[in-house]
């Protein structure tokens, strides 16, 4: 790890019984951060974590001769992180300007990542000019809300080099059409973006008329945009007329090559929202794969 040429690299923070098999990610060359504690040999659902200044000593005096990080994982699955070790994280995850790609992992962590936890997060993000690729799974992430995911768009829309985006909003129920709209305003100002997949379940709070409305203008006019997936589950307020405001604004965007939509137990969905969503795509020269899925 002293080869101040290699591009990224591991930290895994397992606390493991002799003769347990460390955890392996498909990530070979990744600046991982993870902590589990493994109590004969089983994982327990929910661990706390705080890293310490000790902690993130031995990571910088271990590291301290790698120059080019381009790659960062923080993976906090079924983890309750405090606001304090989250800023510990971020400042070595933010440390090069040069990172290209970021996934950061929130599953499950409910209340542990509210508003002012999203915010420490956007603050980090907003620092990394050089990124090519972000990727952020906030689901059943409950106390997250408007305010959490403005803060989280601001920095979003600053990021200038971003190529790819996902965001996983999956069971985050406490806010409405006014997040899904700094989202939609965040993206149309990223002028190299080419991928956007986006995931919903559960927004109940959302007036989806207007929501998707708002999202599909942003997607229409991203000159840049080839390849989008959106994906909606168990979202109860999507209505045929919902789905017509969405496709009106896509078929707007010119240059898409693949567009993939998956509308799963939105049960104010009927045959015509099915054509509603369906029509003028393929007027869409630059297409080239077609995916759309509509299940109970």
């Known amino acids: 790890m002293s080869n101040p040429l290699i591009s990224s690299f591991n930290l895994q923070n397992n606390s493991t019984k002799p003769g347990y098999p460390e955890s392996h990610y498909p990530y070979p060359n990744t600046f991982e951060i993870q902590r589990r504690k493994i109590t004969k040999g089983v994982i327990p659902h ?18 301290r001769k790698t120059k080019q990080i381009d790659y960062g994982l923080l993976r906090l699955r079924d983890t309750y992180p405090t606001n304090h070790g989250l800023r510990y994280l971020l400042q070595i995850l933010t440390s090069t300007k040069i990172l290209k790609r970021l996934n950061l992992h929130f599953k499950r962590c409910y209340a542990s990542i509210s508003d002012p936890s999203l915010q420490i997060i956007s603050e980090g993000i907003g620092k990394l000019s050089s990124l090519e690729y972000l990727f952020i799974n906030l689901t059943r992430c409950d106390y997250v809300s408007d305010i959490g995911v403005s803060a989280l768009s601001k920095k979003i829309s600053k990021l200038h080099s971003l190529k790819e985006i996902t965001l996983k909003f999956d069971g985050c129920d406490n806010f409405t059409d006014s997040g899904l709209k700094s989202v939609s305003k965040a993206i149309l100002k990223l002028p190299c973006l080419q991928k956007l ?63 993939h939509i998956v509308v799963h137990e939105c049960l104010q969905v009927t045959d015509q929202g099915v054509k509603n969503l369906s029509e003028g795509f393929l007027t869409l020269s630059s297409l080239k794969s077609l995916n759309l899925t509509f299940s109970l």
């Open 46 to 63: 929910h661990v706390s974590l705080l890293p310490t200044p000790e902690t993130m000593n031995i990571f910088k005096k271990k590291h």
């Open 197 to 259: 997949t986006l995931t919903f379940d559960g927004w109940n709070k959302i007036n989806y008329q207007k929501g998707l409305e708002f999202l599909g203008k942003s997607i229409g006019r991203i000159k840049s945009l080839q390849d989008i997936s959106l994906t909606f589950h168990i979202c109860s307020r999507i209505t045929d007329e919902s789905l017509r405001v969405l496709n009106k604004g896509i078929v707007e965007a010119s240059n898409l090559q693949r567009i």
